[in-house]
């Protein structure tokens, strides 16, 4: 206790470590990349956390990157950086509860878990328990188009880097091999691009009433690609992460009009 905890994160880790960190009594710094919502930085410091704010479009190993400056911030500052990109404990937790309760809330008849691949803990430990109940289930990933997942699972290696670019669903995708991502256990990855994510995002909002944030659009998206293609014993699985109200700067007309992902339905 008295010590800094500092960690890379785009907002929903850093939330949990300022609980954690307030309850036992360390300090917070959450590194977090520019396209991070202002919701999502105004609940970090409502919650005590400093929030150290970089550049989204730099490589991973940018000294500017908010990868590399949590690393300095916790060399300088001798801090405890969990790193939830290389940290087992991330999927872990995902196999004690995720996973359990999935098997148990479609009494074991989940045939395909599709979900969101971002630091992979989700996917990686959900995976593993879900496999060791029943071998057959696949496990598809929901990557971004301009990550590098889809590429590394069809090739083994990263894609040139032409491929690699900024989108604008948050949460997922990666420009780097999270050690978190359990590769044996995914069976596929489906690409998602920004608008059929934000366009799932808003018609999961007006015509189902569940109102999630892009990452939970784009998951939507991919089980729905995926479910479309099986027959009537499937039982296809997927995962919202959080709520659109962290997002509300990002999901109304003029933002998503300035960014080019309303048609002319306007949804
Ligand atoms: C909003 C959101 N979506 C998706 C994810 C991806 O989950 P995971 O990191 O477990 O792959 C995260 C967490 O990193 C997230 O915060």
């Known amino acids: 206790p008295g010590g800094t905890i500092v960690e890379p994160t785009s907002g929903n880790t850093g939330v949990g470590l300022a609980m954690a960190a307030n309850l036992k009594g360390y300090k917070l710094i959450c590194v977090a990349p520019d396209k991070i919502p202002k919701e999502k930085v105004a609940l970090l410091e409502a919650m005590g956390a400093t929030v150290v704010s970089c550049p989204t479009n730099v490589a991973a190993e940018d000294p500017r990157s908010y990868y590399k400056v949590s690393e300095r911030i916790r060399d300088e500052q001798g801090a405890y950086l969990p790193y939830q990109y290389y940290n087992p404990a991330n999927p872990e937790a995902h196999y004690r509860t995720t996973g359990p309760e999935i098997w148990r809330q479609t009494d074991g008849k989940v045939t395909h878990y599709v979900v969101g691949v971002g630091t992979g803990g989700t996917i990686s430990g959900t995976a593993k328990y879900l496999k060791e109940q029943n071998p057959n289930v696949q496990v598809i990933g929901v990557d971004t188009v301009g990550s590098v997942y889809k590429y590394y699972f069809e090739h083994r290696e990263l894609p040139p880097e032409d491929q690699i670019h900024q989108y604008l669903i948050d949460g997922i995708g990666e420009d780097f091999l999270p050690t978190c991502v359990w590769w044996d256990y995914i069976d596929g990855i489906v690409t998602i691009d920004d608008k059929t994510a934000y366009r799932a995002t808003m018609e999961l909002a007006r015509r189902e009433s569940i109102f999630t944030g892009s990452s939970g659009g784009a998951a939507a998206a991919g089980a729905r690609q995926v479910a479309q ?35 002319g339905d306007g949804v």
Request: net charge negative; proline share 3%.
């Open 229 to 263: 293609g099986l027959g009537a014993d499937g039982l296809v699985v997927t995962l919202l992460p959080d709520s659109g109200e962290r997002y509300l700067s990002k999901l109304n007309k003029q933002w998503l009009t300035e960014k080019g992902l309303l048609d």
